[in-house]
C-alpha cells in the first residue's frame, strides 16, 4: 500500500492518484486537515508487535501499517477542531491532535518515501543549502557557481555588499503571501535594487527583518529541474522575454505577462550536481533553481525539497507525476 500525507485542497496528489488507479496500485490518502472527522485511528503492541490502523469514514479504505511499502510526505497541515466553542479547550484539543498527526508521521519515517517528515524542514535552509551546494562544487570540481550572499540583520555587513555590487537580489526567508483585504497577496518575491536604495534603510528597520541578498545575476534564461528518484524533468524558463517588474526579476509574477516555458534536456553538469546534492541529503526528490547567465554559466539559487511542479507538466507535458506514481509503486522507470 502506498500512504500518502496531505490535506483536502491538495491538487497536486490528483494527477498522481490517476496513474496510481489506472496501474491497479493499492493507496490510502491521508488528509491531515480532516484527521478527527473523517478517520479512526487506533495503535496497538500485541506480543511485543506494534500495529497502527487507519480507517477512513467517507471511503471505507483501511490502513494497516505493516501493508505500507512507500509514503509520499506531500503537504499535511493542522487538523480541523469543530464542535467546541471555548477557546481553551479547543487550544488544547488542537494540540493534542497536531501532536497525534506528528506521531503518525513520524512512524512511517523510515519507509520508502518522496518527502521526509525528518529532513524536509531542515532541508530548506538556504543556509544548508548553500553550504551543500558549494562542497560538492569544489570536490566535483563543477563549473556551476553560487551567487555572493548575505543573509544579515547588520546595515554595516549589507552596506559592504553594496560596496561591490551596482544591483543587488533581495529575497525573503520565509515569506510567501500577506493577506490583504481578505485576499492573499504576493509581494515577498526576489527584487532587482540599486545598491545605493539600501544605504537609506534605517538600521532599526534592518535589525529587526533579518534579510537575505545577492548579486544581481543577468540571466539569459532560467531552469527548473525537478528529480524523481533518477529521473530528471528540466524546465527552461524564458523571464528575460518579460519586461522589468512583469516576472523578468522574478518568473513567478510573469503568468499574467506571458511567461514562456519548455522542456530541454538536462544538462550534463547539472545531472551530476543535482544527484550528488540529493545523495548528500539522503532525498529522493527536489525542485532545483538555476540561473543560465550571460557569461554561460550556471548559478545555483535552491533546492525546495518539496516544491510545486504540477504547473511544468501542465505547461510543458514532462511525466512528473507519472515517475513519482512509478517511484512510489516501486515500479521501473
Given at each position: 500500500m502506498i500512504l500518502i500525507i496531505t490535506n483536502k485542497g491538495d491538487i497536486h496528489c490528483n494527477p498522481v492518484i490517476k496513474h496510481l488507479v489506472n496501474n491497479g496500485e493499492i493507496f490510502f490518502r491521508l488528509n491531515t486537515d480532516s484527521l478527527l472527522e473523517d478517520y479512526k485511528i487506533s495503535f496497538w503492541v500485541k506480543e511485543s508487535v506494534p500495529e497502527l490502523r487507519i480507517y477512513n469514514k467517507v471511503n471505507k479504505k483501511i490502513l494497516v501499517s505493516s501493508s505500507v511499502k512507500s509514503v509520499w510526505e506531500r503537504r499535511p497541515i493542522s487538523?480541523?477542531?469543530t464542535g467546541f466553542d471555548d477557546p481553551q479547550i479547543?487550544?488544547?484539543?488542537?494540540?493534542?491532535?497536531?501532536?497525534l498527526m506528528t506521531w503518525l508521521r513520524s512512524f512511517f519515517a523510515n519507509c520508502r518515501s518522496i518527502g521526509s517528515f525528518v529532513w524536509d524542514r531542515p532541508n530548506e535552509s538556504k543556509l544548508r543549502q548553500m553550504d551543500i551546494a558549494a562542497r560538492i562544487i569544489e570536490e566535483k570540481k563543477l563549473g556551476i557557481r553560487i551567487p555572493t550572499t548575505l543573509l544579515t540583520n547588520d546595515k554595516t555587513e549589507m552596506m559592504k555588499l553594496t560596496k561591490i555590487y551596482d544591483h543587488i537580489?533581495?529575497?525573503?526567508?520565509?515569506?510567501d503571501a500577506i493577506e490583504l483585504d481578505d485576499i492573499m497577496e504576493m509581494p515577498f518575491v526576489s527584487r532587482k535594487i540599486s545598491s545605493s536604495r539600501l544605504g537609506t534603510i534605517s538600521e532599526e528597520d534592518i535589525s529587526s527583518c533579518p534579510t537575505l541578498i545577492q548579486n544581481?545575476?543577468?540571466?539569459?534564461?532560467e531552469l527548473r529541474i525537478t528529480v524523481v528518484g533518477s529521473e530528471f524533468f528540466c524546465c527552461k524558463i524564458d523571464s528575460q522575454k518579460l519586461p522589468e517588474g512583469e516576472g523578468r526579476e522574478d518568473w513567478?509574477?510573469?503568468?499574467?505577462?506571458?511567461?514562456?516555458?519548455?522542456s530541454i534536456p538536462t544538462p550534463d553538469e547539472l545531472v551530476e550536481f543535482c544527484s550528488h546534492y540529493l545523495s548528500s541529503i539522503n532525498s529522493s526528490f527536489g525542485c532545483f533553481d538555476f540561473i543560465y547567465d550571460r557569461s554561460g554559466a550556471y548559478n545555483f539559487l535552491e533546492c525546495n525539497p518539496n516544491g510545486q511542479w504540477m504547473w511544468i507538466e501542465e505547461d510543458t507535458g514532462l511525466p512528473i507525476s507519472k515517475a513519482i506514481a512509478n517511484y512510489l509503486a516501486l515500479r521501473a522507470n
Open positions: 487538523p480541523n477542531i479547543k487550544s488544547v484539543l488542537k494540540e493534542e491532535a497536531s501532536e537580489a533581495v529575497k525573503p526567508i520565509g515569506s544581481y545575476i543577468e540571466k539569459k534564461y513567478r509574477e510573469g503568468y499574467a505577462h506571458g511567461l514562456s516555458q519548455s
